[in-house]
């Protein structure tokens, strides 16, 4: 064969494989602009958000400014100066009288500015007046003295007189117990210690309460689901106010210990299954921080149009050579191809399989050893087989001759013993009983049979065998019915019960006691003989089992010859295979032989259903 040379090599054909370099550089220039794109972006939307932080800011500390001059404008109200004054002198009765007065001033105020959830007013000594537009104060004195009175908030607003004390994450229900459910809620404490124009003394504490969820629409209206969560948190993580109500009273993403006197910042979180960045920005109008976790996947769809923009640019820069290349690639690489699909074929035992087309090339080589490697393994796979068949018909057939001779010379000294010491017509019956035992034997070839005929082959036998030893065996078979159409090796039982009368002949006992059952065990039949006889040792039966294995197993009264168990064994191995056989059982008295082979019944043409083994 002639060199091949020029562009017929494979390895020259091998070089269009160039075009995938491009390809990676595709996917590494992408990925260059994917990260530099998404930092960018990122670096921009912190810019943004930083704004947006510092206008929420100022919108929420002109909220609180607001309530704080609505709070003053509030105690100067008359009926307000009225409860104060002397408030500490009032009766009970007194500081109830004027709690109309109070509510209609509270109702007025919250009327005229929808962001005021509720207002109070407390004193030490006599509870609190007070309420939302639509409930009054219903606790009790001495539930706020256990309550309100008792409270740091109320600590601060004395101490920090008459500066305006903000306190978050208080519930309506803090303030009227009968506010449950749906009913209740956050709210924004706005609180100072107060007292009477003319009054030196603080005697009294306002607090004027804006609904959490109001709050939460000052930086959350527009923010979309898709957009991550936004959230505030105090001086100790706490979140105080969110866009999902569900956060709030729980520990958020960022912690301003953490952050040292950092005003604002950001860093990446896993949060719950998705990774998020952490934007936060310190607030002026209080200790509290302004909160966004952005999932990082916003950035991806925002530079995904540049990203796309950049490959698109790439790709139709390469598309001419990836058309023109594709169709070659695709031509070259079919016999490759082909060859991995005849070679999946072999390993699913399909043999025999050949390539028709044969390349000019190293390919070409290749397939011509592929079809003469499979039309050999054919070749090699039909003489191995015959070759298996062959040995395996030579062997059952020795073992079959092996048997009847020694069988026969048995048969006849028996009956020739018989006709000398007993003149009677019982020879006749011996000698029909002989023909039925040898009829099976020269007319059928079929090495298996049902065991229905294997025990009316055995019955004819211990006939024979009763006659010689004057009815002194006793036999018993407990084989159900639908077990006796199991297919068995023929003359398998014979050569056992002929081993158990011969065992049973070495004790004094008059008779011998010998019973075959069978079993079905799933897809398994189980044959034991079991005998009365002079029984086995436990290193006898360890010896017995040992010589089965290895063919040369003798037991006391086979006279030294061991060609009955060995036979049947060997037979039933050949049969089903190495996990099938004889073997001795333990037993208290006598000695019991165990037989195991598949559970097969004819499948209605003349076969059994399965397929024996090498």
Same mark, same amino acid.
């Given at each position: 064969?002639?060199?091949?040379?020029?562009?017929?090599?494979?390895?020259?054909?091998?070089?269009?494989?160039?075009?995938?370099?491009?390809?990676?550089?595709?996917? @590494?220039?992408?990925?260059?602009?994917?990260?530099?794109?998404?930092?960018?972006?990122?670096?921009?939307?912190?810019?943004?958000?930083? =704004? =947006?932080f510092? =206008?929420?800011?100022?919108?929420?500390?002109?909220?609180?400014?607001?309530?704080?001059?609505?709070?003053?404008?509030?105690?100067?109200?008359?009926?307000?100066?009225?409860?104060?004054?002397?408030?500490?002198?009032?009766?009970?009765?007194?500081?109830?009288?004027?709690?109309?007065?109070? =509510?209609?001033?509270?109702?007025?105020?919250?009327?005229?500015?929808?962001?005021?959830?509720?207002?109070?007013?407390?004193?030490?000594?006599?509870?609190?007046?007070?309420?939302?537009?639509?409930?009054?104060?219903?606790?009790?004195?001495?539930?706020?003295?256990?309550?309100?009175f008792?409270?740091?908030?109320?600590?601060?607003?004395?101490?920090r007189?008459?500066?305006?004390?903000?306190?978050?994450?208080?519930?309506?229900?803090?303030?009227?117990?009968?506010?449950?459910?749906?009913?209740?809620?956050?709210?924004?404490?706005?609180?100072?210690?107060?007292?009477?124009?003319?009054?030196?003394?603080?005697?009294?504490? !306002?607090?004027?309460?804006?609904?959490?969820?109001?709050?939460?629409?000052?930086?959350?209206?527009?923010?979309?689901?898709?957009?991550g969560?936004?959230?505030?948190?105090?001086?100790?993580?706490?979140?105080?106010?969110?866009?999902?109500?569900?956060?709030?009273?729980?520990?958020?993403?960022?912690?301003?210990?953490?952050?040292?006197?950092?005003?604002?910042?950001?860093?990446?979180?896993?949060?719950?299954?998705?990774?998020?960045?952490?934007?936060?920005?310190?607030?002026?109008?209080?200790?509290?921080?302004?909160?966004?976790?952005?999932?990082?996947?916003?950035?991806?769809?925002?530079?995904?149009?540049?990203?796309?923009?950049?490959?698109?640019?790439?790709?139709?820069?390469?598309?001419?050579?990836?058309?023109?290349?594709?169709?070659?690639?695709?031509?070259?690489?079919?016999?490759?191809?082909?060859?991995?699909?005849?070679?999946?074929?072999?390993?699913? @035992?399909?043999?025999?399989?050949?390539?028709?087309?044969?390349?000019?090339?190293? $390919?070409?080589?290749?397939?011509?050893?592929?079809?003469e490697?499979?039309?050999?393994?054919?070749e090699?796979?039909?003489k191995?087989?015959?070759?298996?068949?062959?040995?395996?018909?030579?062997e059952?057939?020795? $073992?079959?001759?092996?048997?009847?001779?020694?069988?026969?010379?048995?048969?006849?000294?028996?009956?020739?013993?018989?006709a000398?010491?007993?003149?009677?017509d019982?020879?006749?019956?011996?000698?029909?009983?002989?023909?039925?035992?040898?009829?099976?034997?020269?007319?059928?070839?079929?090495?298996?049979?049902?065991?229905?005929?294997?025990?009316?082959? $055995?019955?004819?036998?211990?006939?024979?065998?009763?006659?010689?030893?004057?009815?002194?065996?006793?036999?018993?078979?407990g084989?159900?019915?639908?077990?006796?159409d199991?297919?068995?090796?023929?003359f398998?039982?014979?050569?056992?019960?002929?081993?158990?009368?011969?065992?049973?002949?070495?004790?004094?006992?008059?008779?011998?006691?010998?019973?075959?059952?069978?079993?079905?065990?799933?897809?398994?039949?189980?044959?034991?003989v079991?005998?009365?006889?002079?029984?086995?040792?436990?290193?006898?039966?360890?010896?017995?089992?040992?010589?089965?294995?290895?063919?040369?197993?003798?037991?006391?009264?086979?006279?030294?010859?061991?060609?009955?168990?060995?036979?049947?064994?060997?037979?039933?191995? !050949?049969?089903?295979?190495?996990?099938?056989?004889?073997?001795f059982?333990?037993?208290?008295?006598?000695?019991?032989?165990?037989?195991?082979?598949?559970?097969?019944?004819?499948?209605?043409?003349?076969?059994?259903?399965?397929?024996?083994?090498?």
């Amino acid at each position: 064969m002639r060199p091949l040379s020029g562009f017929r090599k494979l390895g020259t054909q091998m070089l269009v494989y160039v075009m995938l370099i491009s390809l990676i550089v595709l996917a @590494g220039f992408s990925y260059f602009i994917y990260s530099f794109m998404q930092n960018m972006v990122r670096e921009q939307n912190e810019r943004l958000l930083q =704004q =947006q932080f510092q =206008q929420l800011d100022h919108n929420i500390g002109g909220l609180v400014s607001e309530v704080d001059r609505l709070s003053m404008l509030f105690l100067r109200d008359e009926r307000i100066q009225n409860l104060l004054y002397g408030i500490s002198d009032k009766t009970e009765v007194e500081f109830l009288q004027s709690k109309n007065d109070v =509510q209609n001033v509270i109702d007025d105020f919250i009327d005229n500015y929808g962001y005021i959830d509720s207002i109070y007013i407390t004193s030490d000594n006599l509870g609190a007046v007070g309420g939302s537009r639509d409930r009054t104060l219903v606790y009790s004195k001495e539930e706020w003295k256990k309550s309100f009175f008792s409270s740091e908030p109320f600590r601060r607003t004395i101490e920090r007189y008459p500066e305006l004390i903000l306190e978050p994450g208080i519930r309506k229900s803090f303030y009227n117990p009968y506010l449950t459910g749906r009913n209740d809620g956050y709210l924004i404490s706005l609180m100072r210690g107060t007292r009477a124009i003319y009054d030196p003394n603080t005697s009294a504490t !306002l607090i004027f309460n804006i609904d959490e969820r109001y709050l939460a629409s000052l930086y959350a209206a527009s923010l979309k689901p898709d957009e991550g969560d936004m959230y505030i948190v105090d001086a100790r993580g706490k979140i105080i106010s969110s866009s999902r109500p569900q956060q709030i009273d729980t520990q958020g993403a960022f912690v301003p210990a953490a952050a040292g006197d950092a005003s604002y910042g950001s860093f990446d979180e896993r949060a719950g299954e998705r990774d998020v960045q952490v934007v936060y920005y310190r607030m002026s109008a209080a200790d509290w921080y302004l909160t966004k976790e952005i999932p990082l996947g916003q950035y991806s769809a925002q530079i995904f149009a540049v990203q796309r923009l950049v490959a698109i640019v790439f790709l139709l820069s390469v598309l001419a050579i990836f058309v023109a290349s594709y169709f070659w690639l695709r031509r070259m690489t079919r016999p490759l191809r082909l060859l991995a699909e005849k070679m999946q074929d072999m390993s699913r @035992g399909e043999l025999g399989v050949t390539m028709r087309h044969i390349p000019g090339n190293e $390919l070409g080589t290749l397939i011509r050893r592929f079809n003469e490697m499979s039309l050999s393994m054919v070749e090699l796979v039909d003489k191995n087989n015959e070759i298996q068949e062959k040995k395996r018909e030579l062997e059952i057939e020795a $073992l079959q001759y092996q048997i009847n001779p020694h069988f026969l010379y048995n048969t006849l000294n028996m009956i020739r013993w018989m006709a000398a010491i007993v003149k009677a017509d019982n020879i006749v019956g011996t000698i029909v009983a002989l023909g039925n035992l040898l009829r099976p034997v020269f007319s059928k070839k079929d090495p298996m049979c049902p065991l229905r005929d294997e025990l009316d082959y $055995l019955e004819n036998y211990l006939t024979i065998a009763n006659m010689r030893f004057n009815d002194g065996i006793k036999f018993e078979i407990g084989v159900p019915e639908e077990s006796k159409d199991c297919l068995v090796p023929r003359f398998i039982l014979q050569p056992l019960i002929e081993n158990s009368i011969a065992a049973g002949r070495l004790t004094d006992e008059p008779n011998i006691e010998i019973a075959v059952r069978a079993y079905e065990d799933g897809d398994e039949l189980l044959l034991t003989v079991t005998d009365s006889g002079a029984g086995l040792s436990d290193f006898e039966l360890e010896e017995l089992n040992r010589g089965l294995e290895l063919g040369e197993a003798t037991r006391p009264g086979e006279g030294g010859t061991g060609v009955g168990l060995n036979n049947v064994n060997k037979r039933i191995k !050949l049969y089903f295979g190495e996990a099938y056989g004889v073997r001795f059982v333990p037993k208290k008295r006598g000695a019991e032989v165990a037989v195991t082979m598949p559970a097969v019944r004819d499948d209605g043409f003349g076969r059994p259903a399965f397929k024996a083994e090498a």
